[in-house]
């Protein structure tokens, strides 16, 4: 693994997803564990880095909202207009997926996926805005603590990863998770955002 600086440690984290190797992000939130979304191979050696069990779902993690309708464009007409009302920013937001796009990534349930645009740090922002889109969970061992600077990463994700940036400390609380697979919306867990404030929010879009 290496930790570089400037446009540097950028093209080294985006030719190592594009080449399949996973790498370490900063997020709005935590450090991510990320690869690239668009083939299983990648997917599965950063599970196997984790010891995340196949079955669990992760998110796919865009750069900007246009890009993630891009990925997933049968959301453009249902549910475009709630996505771009709240991103970018602190949500995972579980979404349908009639077409079973990236089935690598939605674990036991093809249907749903989970979906992230968060305010990306600096350098993170440059590798998305190259690469598009990346498969995201916590950069720590199944069950372990988010990571809140590379610090916190265990060591043997680090050894495991291509490349690490390094945007100092984050607020280390997870993303809010919210269901809107449903008729009404359903939060799946509190994180950066209030269970009230998140709901809130949602319902308001969803009833507009």
């Not at 600086?5 to 594009?18: F, K, M, P, W």
């Not at 080449?19 to 196997?48: F, H, M, Q, W």
């Not at 937001?93 to 349930?109: E, F, H, I, K, M």
Request: hydrophobic share 40%; with cysteine; net charge negative.
């Amino acid at each position: 693994m290496e930790s570089l600086r400037g446009n540097g440690e950028i093209d080294h984290a985006v030719a190592a997803l594009r080449s399949g190797r996973p790498v370490i992000l900063p997020t709005d939130t935590v450090y991510g564990l990320c690869a690239n979304p668009y083939s299983e191979e990648p997917v599965r050696r950063a599970y196997k880095l984790k010891g995340r069990d196949p079955h669990q779902p992760s998110a796919l993690l865009a750069s900007d909202v246009d890009m993630l309708l891009e990925c997933l464009p049968e959301l453009r007409s249902r549910i475009g207009p709630v996505l771009r009302s709240l991103l970018p920013g602190p949500f995972t937001l579980v979404v349908p997926n009639p077409a079973r796009r990236y089935p690598w990534l939605t674990g036991s349930n093809p249907v749903a996926i989970g979906v992230r645009v968060p305010d990306l740090p600096a350098p993170a922002d440059a590798v998305l805005a190259r690469v598009g889109a990346v498969m995201a969970t916590s950069a720590n061992r199944h069950g372990g603590p988010d990571p809140a600077s590379l610090e916190e990463v265990p060591p043997e994700l680090l050894a495991g990863c291509a490349a690490a940036i390094d945007a100092g400390e984050l607020p280390g609380i997870p993303s809010t998770v919210i269901d809107l697979t449903r008729d009404e919306p359903e939060l799946l867990r509190e994180g950066a955002v209030t269970a009230e404030e998140a709901l809130k929010r949602v319902a308001g879009l969803v009833a507009e």
